[in-house]
């Protein structure tokens, strides 16, 4: 084992989305230590233009830098879908990542069989259209419906994800009625935090419709990246997981363990980037 190899995993998101990818993570890389940022003070993101964004990015991947991480996962799709265009980590002197576009598409582009996907994201995911060019640069027959859905992040990070939540329900319907008339048969749940409300979206969009975590898929994409790149932990025990947040630790540490379950044995503190 080296050095190199015991240096944790980074991972952002605005909020609690990104713990869909640390959950994954945790399965597929049960040895690894994790650094998770939630940068609650300034959720939602996928509202904000574009320059906004790459500025609060920047300041989450400093952070998640001086722990040395040898990984940074992107797991936001506001964040993902203008790290491009952007370049957030120029100068920042990491020197692996990845966002959770590729990964999603390449799920997505593999899971349909009749050549339709819809994506749902926040404004700013949707606007920059990068689901759709990353789709159709593999496969240009495939047919992309796209829709923001700018209520659901408020609605995860205040806890509104039971399946029997009349207004997420009514949320839901409204934002994805249309798409469920399109005939699709995957669909990418491009923003993070979607995965919380996936029965909601399972019962309008139909049990048959192949649904996306974007999150879970870029966990799957470092377990192969780590692996390529000999960079897997070798140690013998549970990896620690360590979260941070920029607004109050007593409601992450409430929604962390919502989502997580409490035997994920996690320390949540409040930082300042
Ligand atoms: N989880 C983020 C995403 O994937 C949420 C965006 C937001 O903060 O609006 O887009």
Do not use: W
């Amino acid at each position: 084992m080296t050095a190199a190899n015991d240096r944790p995993i980074g991972v952002f998101d605005s909020g609690i989305g990104g713990l869909t990818c640390l959950k994954e993570l945790k399965e597929l890389l049960p040895h690894e230590d994790i650094v998770y940022l939630g940068d609650t003070a300034r959720v939602p993101y996928g509202t904000k233009s574009r320059e906004t964004i790459a500025g609060y990015a920047r300041q989450d991947i400093a952070f998640l830098k001086k722990f040395d991480v040898k990984l940074v996962l992107v797991a936001c799709g506001t964040v993902s879908s203008v790290m491009e265009s952007v370049s957030i980590f120029d100068g920042s002197g990491v020197e692996n990542y990845s966002g959770v576009i590729s990964p999603a598409v390449s799920a997505a582009v593999k899971a349909t069989k009749n050549g339709r996907i819809g994506v749902i994201g926040t404004p700013a995911t949707v606007r920059s259209q990068c689901y759709t060019s990353a789709i159709k640069a593999i496969d240009s027959n495939i047919q992309v419906f796209s829709r923001a859905c700018p209520m659901f992040v408020p609605l995860v990070e205040n806890g509104y994800t039971d399946r029997e939540n009349k207004v997420t329900r009514l949320v839901a319907e409204e934002y994805l009625g249309e798409m469920a008339n399109e005939n699709v048969d995957t669909l990418i749940m491009g923003c993070t935090h979607y995965p919380l409300l996936k029965d909601i979206f399972s019962d309008i969009m139909g049990s048959g419709v192949s649904l996306i975590s974007p999150g879970a898929e870029a966990a799957k994409y470092a377990l192969s990246l780590l692996t390529e790149k000999q960079l897997l932990s070798d140690k013998a025990d549970c990896g620690s997981c360590s979260l941070y947040c920029t607004d109050s630790e007593e409601l992450f540490a409430d929604n962390v363990a919502a989502f997580l379950g409490s035997d994920i044995n996690a320390s949540v503190k409040k930082c300042i980037l």
